[in-house]
């Protein structure tokens, strides 16, 4: 059974920096995709960034793009989201998960992902 957990929230000022990692443990095949998904008070999760583990394809929500970064680091099972030029419209729980993709496709969707983290909660303050 796959396990993602994720690590790296706190507070910030508007123009700040975070880097959220989510660990995945427990997976023995490559045709994984990790994503990351944010939760804000009184509003649906929304998609923030995936990345493929085989070849490393990435894509962004046109929320977040040119100020967050995906990457993965295989040795350690890891993918990271760096934020920088943090808004205050950035303030959520951050949720990483993993799921199943073939082909390297991208997945957007919740429904792609089968094995969520707890979350981690990003404060970003004005």
């Known amino acids: 059974q796959v396990q993602v957990k994720e690590s790296g929230g706190g507070s910030v000022q508007a123009g700040g920096s975070l880097r959220l990692s989510c660990v995945s443990s427990g997976r023995t095949y490559s045709w994984y995709a990790v994503g990351w998904f944010r939760q804000a008070p009184g509003k649906e999760r929304e998609f923030v960034a995936t990345?493929?583990?085989?070849?490393?394809?990435?894509d962004y929500a046109d929320s977040v793009k040119g100020r967050f970064t995906i990457s993965r680091d295989n040795t350690k099972e890891t993918v990271y989201l760096q934020m920088n030029s943090l808004k205050p419209e950035d303030t959520a729980v951050y949720y990483c998960?993993?799921?199943?993709?073939?082909?390297?496709?991208?997945?957007?969707?919740?429904?792609?992902?089968?094995?969520w983290g707890q979350g981690t909660q990003v404060t970003v303050s004005s």
């Open positions: 998960a993993g799921g199943i993709t073939f082909n390297d496709a991208i997945k957007r969707k919740e429904n792609d992902y089968a094995f």
């Open positions: 990345i493929t583990w085989s070849h490393g394809k990435t």
